[in-house]
């Protein structure tokens, strides 16, 4: 599938970002002419990758979050990467009320959050290396659409 | 995010306006924990007629409160849930220990304030 545009944004592991990223990540895919849904359903899957890389990839500790977008005609890729210190059970960290923070208040949502909202979530990390996760969500279904 | 409150007897309302994420969490939670340092405060009331904005933060900072609350044998309400939030709210299985009220008038009546 031909890739129509991309763009990439990297930033400090400041809680004061995470409004930032999602609503860059909106604005950039806005161009596929998403519904307001749509955009709330981007913005919200952002803030939990997001807020997971800044809350459990760097701790307290600064780093880089690095977020990638693609879209491709009626499709839109979104990576939300840390180098932080990685998941070293991806498909427990996936379960619906599994945190490692609790006395932060964490729910353990993040990761369905996402996939409630996003047609795939994939997470491919190492310990001590850090995390991707990489969204995919399908925008307007009509092939009119495409390519524009 | 802006927090505002009001009692109306045993019952706090508070009304959210803004962005609840993890960055503005800690504020909301701040204010009502402050608030609820009345023992008088039994139940609570969150108005999200105005949150444009709600991850799973928001999530936590619920049930961090329902448990509070429930300590004191209260009940923790929401109204003007929008659809958006709604979703997450059903993802999460929050509406097993938060009820989801029409209106304030409903959420008062039900925690006995008439
Ligand atoms: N980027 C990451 N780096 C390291 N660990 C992570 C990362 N993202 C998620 N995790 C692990 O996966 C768990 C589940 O994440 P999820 O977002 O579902 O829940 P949570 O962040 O703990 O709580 P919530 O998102 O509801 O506030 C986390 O508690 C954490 O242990
Ligand atoms: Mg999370």
Same mark, same amino acid.
């Given at each position: 599938?031909?890739?129509?545009?991309?763009?990439?944004?990297? /930033?400090?592991?400041?809680?004061?970002?995470?409004? /930032?990223?999602?609503?860059?990540?909106? !604005?950039? !895919?806005? #161009?596929?002419?998403?519904?307001?849904?749509?955009?709330?359903? $981007?913005?919200? !899957?952002?803030?939990?990758?997001?807020?997971?890389? =800044? =809350?459990?990839?760097?701790?307290?500790?600064?780093?880089?979050?690095? $977020?990638?977008?693609? =879209?491709?005609?009626?499709?839109?890729?979104?990576?939300?990467?840390?180098?932080?210190?990685?998941?070293?059970?991806?498909?427990? !960290?996936? #379960?619906?009320?599994?945190?490692?923070?609790?006395?932060?208040? *964490?729910?353990?949502?993040?990761?369905?959050?996402?996939?409630? /909202?996003?047609?795939?979530?994939?997470?491919?990390?190492?310990?001590? #290396?850090?995390?991707?996760?990489?969204?995919?969500?399908? =925008?307007?279904?009509?092939?009119?659409?495409?390519? *524009? | 995010?802006?927090? &505002?409150?009001?009692?109306?007897?045993?019952?706090?309302?508070?009304? +959210?306006?803004?962005?609840?994420?993890?960055?503005?969490?800690?504020?909301?939670?701040?204010? %009502?924990?402050?608030? +609820?340092?009345?023992?008088?405060?039994?139940?609570?009331?969150?108005? %999200?007629?105005?949150?444009?904005?709600?991850?799973?933060?928001?999530?936590?900072?619920?049930?961090?409160?329902?448990?509070?609350? &429930?300590?004191?044998?209260?009940?923790?309400?929401?109204?003007?849930?929008?659809?958006?939030?709604?979703?997450?709210?059903?993802? &999460?299985? %929050?509406?097993?220990?938060?009820?989801?009220?029409?209106? +304030?008038?409903?959420?008062?009546?039900?925690?006995?304030?008439?």
């Amino acid at each position: 599938m031909e890739k129509l545009n991309e763009m990439h944004i990297k /930033f400090l592991s400041k809680s004061s970002n995470e409004s /930032f990223a999602r609503v860059t990540a909106a !604005a950039f !895919a806005s #161009q596929m002419d998403p519904t307001l849904e749509e955009i709330t359903d $981007i913005k919200t !899957a952002v803030s939990e990758a997001v807020t997971n890389a =800044i =809350i459990h990839g760097y701790e307290d500790k600064m780093g880089y979050v690095e $977020i990638g977008a693609y =879209i491709y005609p009626g499709k839109l890729v979104m990576e939300i990467i840390d180098r932080g210190k990685g998941i070293a059970d991806i498909e427990k !960290a996936r #379960q619906p009320l599994y945190t490692s923070k609790p006395e932060l208040e *964490r729910s353990g949502m993040g990761f369905t959050v996402m996939e409630t /909202f996003m047609d795939k979530v994939e997470v491919t990390s190492g310990v001590n #290396q850090g995390t991707r996760v990489k969204m995919i969500k399908y =925008i307007g279904s009509s092939t009119e659409k495409m390519g *524009r | 995010m802006q927090v &505002s409150s009001r009692k109306r007897q045993d019952v706090l309302v508070v009304s +959210l306006k803004g962005e609840l994420d993890h960055h503005t969490a800690d504020r909301v939670r701040r204010y %009502i924990d402050h608030r +609820l340092e009345n023992p008088t405060i039994k139940n609570i009331v969150m108005d %999200i007629k105005n949150l444009t904005f709600m991850d799973s933060s928001g999530i936590g900072v619920l049930i961090g409160r329902y448990k509070i609350i &429930s300590k004191r044998g209260g009940k923790l309400g929401i109204i003007n849930v929008n659809s958006h939030i709604d979703r997450i709210f059903q993802v &999460s299985g %929050i509406y097993r220990i938060i009820k989801n009220y029409d209106d +304030l008038q409903q959420a008062l009546n039900d925690m006995g304030v008439y």
